[in-house]
Structure formats: C-alpha cells, structure tokens
C-alpha cells in the first residue's frame, strides 16, 4: 500500500483540489498570466549570432595566445635563469647545513654528548654544503656555453707569443 493513497484514491484535502478556482487556493484568486513572446525566432537568430560571435572571438584570442607562446619560447633560453641558479645553489648549501644539524642533534639525543654531536656535524654540514655549492657552480658553468664575445682569458696562442 503506498502512502499517498488512502482506499486505492490520491489523498486531497478537502476544498484544495489544486485547482486555480478553488477558494482555498491563492493563485486562483490573483489570476496570474505568463505570456509566450510572439518573436521566439527573432531572438534565436541573435543568439546564434552572438555565440558566433563570441566563438569567433574566443578562436582569435587562442591564435594570438599562441603566436604569443611560440615567440616567447623561441626567446627564451634553454638554460636556467639567474633565479633558478640561485634557487638551487641556496637550497644545497641550507640542505646540507640543515642534515648535519640534525643528525647531530639526533646523536646527541642518543649518546647523551649535548652539544658535541651537534656542533661538530654542523660544521661538518657546512664544509658539505660548500662543496655541494662549488660541484653546481662547475656543473653549471660546463652546460652553458659562454656569451658571444665573452673574454675568457689567454689562449693557447696567447701564451705562446708571450713565450717569444
């Protein structure tokens, strides 16, 4: 038995038929129209010409954000920026610094040496990231070539007319 039916029948209130003449019902007293305006083509045929519109824009904003991606990768040079080089040489000197601190502190914790273990592993921290810092400055400077016109110091055949 579903229980929105009583004997087989939709349960209604009396007097509240739903329908728009009953007295119970608001609606019905105020009468309200919706009218269908009469020029539904008119207004389909600017639509369908305003999102052609808007879909011929959208298509040269795309050829000119790619134009403007091609021309600046092809500016842009393969190797890193100023910012990268940094980044990276910071982020191994602190790295090193900060791994020596903390297994020496964790030595210390361990052994009871408070602050031997770390004191010692830090300095020995720093002397990595020193050397962490001197291996990606030359590794840096061996994958990118010098600039045009760069002086790079003597030459061979500079040193052998100074021999003579």
């Given at each position: 038995m579903r229980l929105d039916t009583f004997w087989g029948h939709h349960y209604v209130a009396p007097n509240l038929?739903?329908?728009?003449?009953?007295?119970?019902?608001?609606?019905?007293?105020?009468?309200?129209?919706v009218t269908k305006p009469s020029d539904d083509q008119g207004k389909a045929a600017h639509a369908r010409e305003a999102t052609r519109d808007l879909a011929s824009r959208i298509a040269s904003a795309k050829r000119e954000r790619?134009?403007?991606?091609?021309?600046?990768?092809?500016?842009?040079?393969?190797?890193?920026?100023?910012?990268?080089?940094?980044?990276?040489?910071?982020?191994?000197?602190?790295?090193?610094?900060?791994?020596?601190?903390?297994?020496g502190y964790l030595i210390d914790l361990g052994l009871g040496t408070s602050p031997w273990g770390l004191l010692i592993l830090l300095l020995m921290g720093f002397a990595?990231?020193?050397?962490?810092?001197?291996?990606?400055?030359?590794?840096?400077?061996?994958?990118?070539?010098?600039?045009?016109?760069?002086?790079?110091?003597?030459?061979?055949?500079?040193?052998e007319r100074n021999e003579n």
């Open positions: 038929k739903g329908s728009p003449e009953s007295p119970g019902n608001a609606a019905g007293r105020r009468k309200q129209r790619d134009l403007e991606d091609n021309r600046a990768s092809r500016d842009a040079s393969p190797e890193m920026t100023g910012l990268a080089r940094g980044l990276r040489i910071g982020t191994e000197f602190i790295a090193a610094v900060l791994v020596g601190a903390g297994i990595a990231g020193i050397l962490n810092v001197i291996r990606v400055v030359t590794e840096m400077n061996a994958a990118s070539p010098a600039p045009k016109g760069a002086d790079l110091g003597p030459d061979a055949e500079d040193e």
